[in-house]
């Protein structure tokens, strides 16, 4: 396309760097959850709200941050969100009061939001086998996955949960500047494009009402509501509900994390070679097995089964995002697909506060079964989209 096959994948690796940096904030709270409820007197739900609060910070900046990539390029959007991600975790850090902390983490996912659906339109520039390279780009999640909870449980059995949340800002400044010394400046799309014209609604509708981003949209919904609920609380369920030790269940968090960062390129290859649905279908069934697994296991070996079967399921974004981008024109591809993430996942960004609520409420069991019940519908969608000879 153009472009040199190294410079190509120098911006891949540090994209993904990017994405490490910017979901290491965002995953630094799981593994404390009872020592942030323990300190502020709180409750599950009460930290839902405050995650709830970041994931849809995180979804709102979706939309704006793809504006802001058209009209002064990808560069300097992902250069602020990785920054911006890093110095507002210290407002987390030294939070005085439940407030602050709350405050903290909604200004923490709006940085962080910034990031990931410019990061996409840039590799979407580059990349013709674009499931590989999102799939790649995705891996900087489960590697963030992995080594935060680990990291995380261990610095703040030692040192307290505080301390053990700041290393988002000791991972976020190098990303920022290996970033901005080794990817060079992107022109912008459209660059003398009034703002007023991209934040009206017409245009906006127009693309939100197509049928296949309507089919594609409920689908990631229903994946990321899941995905969001598990980030939150699947440390405390295994700590909750099967009494395992803060650093052990951080440790098969970390577990779940690696199975989605090695598999999620898998599904990005299936999605490339035998159709976008078919990648779907595979990471909605093999999520409802996983979570059937966690909550019915009770080996060992029963719940790294559960743990790689649903970590297979959480790499969903191989195959959705390539779908969107299958719909969306190049012009489209920063600002729209900014758009349907700002839409699908403000809806998504309940699944925090859902999973805190129900498992306060009637326990982990019916707040595990209820995310395998909305993942049924997705297969329930691709059957019907089947009978429908592919229409949507």
Same mark, same amino acid.
Request: glycine share 10%; proline share 5%; charged share 10%.
């Given at each position: ?131 590989? &390279? *999102?799939? /790649?780009?995705? @891996?900087? !999640?489960?590697? #963030?996955? +992995?080594?935060?909870?680990?990291? $995380? ?10 301390? &053990? *949340?700041? /290393?988002?800002? @000791?991972? !976020?400044?190098? #990303?920022? +500047?290996?970033?901005?010394?080794? $990817? ?23 693309? +939100?009402?197509?049928?296949?981003? $309507? ?178």
């Amino acid at each position: 396309m153009g472009i040199d096959w190294r410079y190509r994948e120098t911006v891949l690796a540090l994209c993904t760097l990017a994405f490490f940096a910017t979901m290491v904030g965002r995953l630094a709270f799981s593994p404390v959850v009872p020592e942030i409820t323990g300190e502020f007197g709180v409750t599950n739900t009460h930290v839902g709200i405050a995650l709830t609060g970041m994931w849809l910070a995180y979804a709102l900046a979706q939309y704006p941050s793809g504006i802001l990539a058209d009209r002064y390029g990808e560069r300097l959007v992902i250069l602020a969100s990785v920054g911006g991600t890093g110095a507002t975790c210290l407002l987390v850090v030294f939070a005085p009061h439940f407030a602050v902390f709350v405050l903290g983490a909604i200004l923490l996912g709006a940085a962080a939001g910034l990031h990931y659906s410019v990061a996409t339109a840039l590799l979407t520039r580059i990349y013709d086998d674009l499931g590989t &390279a *999102v799939g /790649i780009h995705n @891996a900087g !999640a489960p590697v #963030a996955g +992995l080594m935060t909870p680990v990291a $995380v449980s261990w610095i703040a059995v030692r040192y307290g949960w505080r301390p &053990a *949340v700041a /290393i988002t800002a @000791a991972v !976020a400044a190098p #990303a920022a +500047l290996l970033f901005a010394w080794r $990817v060079r400046p992107t022109e912008p799309r459209r660059p003398d494009h009034p703002l007023r014209d991209r934040l009206s609604p017409g245009p906006m509708l127009e693309v +939100l009402s197509r049928p296949p981003i $309507v089919y594609t949209g409920v689908i990631a919904i229903i994946f990321d509501f899941t995905w969001q609920g598990l980030a939150s609380f699947l440390p405390t369920f295994f700590v909750q509900f099967h009494g395992y030790a803060t650093t052990t269940a951080g440790s098969m968090f970390a577990a779940y994390f690696i199975v989605q960062g090695v598999l999620q390129i898998a599904v990005g290859r299936v999605a490339d070679r035998f159709g976008r649905d078919i990648g779907i279908l595979c990471c909605a069934a093999t999520a409802i097995a996983g979570l059937a697994l966690l909550v019915a296991g009770a080996s060992l070996v029963a719940l790294s089964a559960g743990i790689v079967l649903v970590g297979t399921g959480m790499g969903w974004g191989a195959a959705v995002f390539p779908r969107f981008m299958d719909h969306l024109s190049e012009a489209e591809q920063s600002a729209g697909f900014g758009l349907v993430r700002t839409v699908y996942m403000i809806v998504a960004s309940t699944g925090s506060i859902a999973v805190g609520f129900v498992a306060d409420r009637a326990g982990w069991a019916v707040s595990f079964g209820l995310l395998a019940a909305l993942l049924s519908i997705i297969l329930c969608l691709l059957a019907l989209n089947r009978v429908l000879d592919y229409r949507y």
